[in-house]
């Protein structure tokens, strides 16, 4: 079946570097996303890959795509405290309408 | 441009009582959805309008419907609210970009008592 799994929990220094991870199931993925969601607002696209790539770079932010073991991850280079959010993977399946299939999203804290 | 947007922003029922979530888009996007959030979970689709005029199911649809009024606007209602249904419920919408990328709003955080 289709499933996207995320760690739940991430937290790293000001400064560090921090990576997130994902882990997908349908190997018919065309896209994967990465949403970013901070208290009380809605999901804002960070960026998202497709999946005839392996990297994609854009700033800060290192997505890096294994389509072999179906691991997606996000790198956030220099983490600043405010990129401490929620961070949701998403795949779209191909065929039939534009479905996304969420992970339940990681918290990444960021400390001093 | 406000892209989506979603009223209200706040909602307390009780059992049994209905409501209608409002949501417009202004990007000119043909696709619309309604997902839910709940704790520990990533989003759910409940429904979902390819187009304006069409309509069609997601993974959780029992105790709603959904109206595709225009192009603009996609309202999802709770007929008889019961506390299972306490989330937080976000629309999106997408566009023929070839990126397929959903847009979302700012939620509508609904408590049933």
């Known amino acids: 079946g289709e499933d996207v799994e995320q760690s739940l929990f991430l937290s790293v220094r000001e400064g560090d570097s921090s990576v997130i991870n994902c882990t997908y199931t349908?190997?018919?993925?065309?896209?994967l996303y990465w949403y970013k969601q901070e208290p009380g607002a809605g999901l804002q696209l960070l960026t998202y890959?497709?999946?005839?790539?392996d990297m994609k770079q854009d700033q800060r932010l290192t997505v890096l795509l294994n389509k072999k073991d179906k691991h997606l991850s996000l790198r956030i280079a220099d983490t600043q405290t405010g990129d401490s959010a929620i961070y949701f993977c998403a795949e779209r399946i191909s065929g039939g309408y534009n479905k996304l299939i969420f992970g339940a999203g990681t918290r990444l804290a960021v400390h001093p | 441009n406000a892209g989506v947007t979603q009223t209200p922003k706040f909602q307390v029922l009780k059992t049994g009582q209905s409501m209608t979530l409002q949501c417009a888009q202004d990007?000119?996007?043909?696709?619309m959805y309604w997902y839910r959030q709940d704790p520990g979970m990533g989003l759910r689709l409940i429904y979902y309008?390819?187009?304006?005029?069409?309509?069609d199911k997601g993974e959780v649809p029992n105790g709603y419907n959904v109206s595709r009024l225009n192009k603009r606007e996609f309202s999802l209602r709770l007929e008889s609210a019961a506390p299972s249904q306490t989330s937080v419920y976000f629309c999106?919408?997408?566009?023929?970009?070839?990126?397929?990328?959903?847009?979302f709003g700012p939620g509508t955080r609904l408590t049933v008592l």
């Open positions: 999106a919408s997408t566009g023929p970009t070839g990126t397929d990328t959903q847009y």
């Open positions: 890959i497709f999946s005839n790539m």
């Open positions: 990007m000119n996007h043909n696709s």
């Open positions: 349908d190997s018919s993925s065309t896209y």
């Open positions: 309008s390819a187009s304006e005029g069409t309509t």
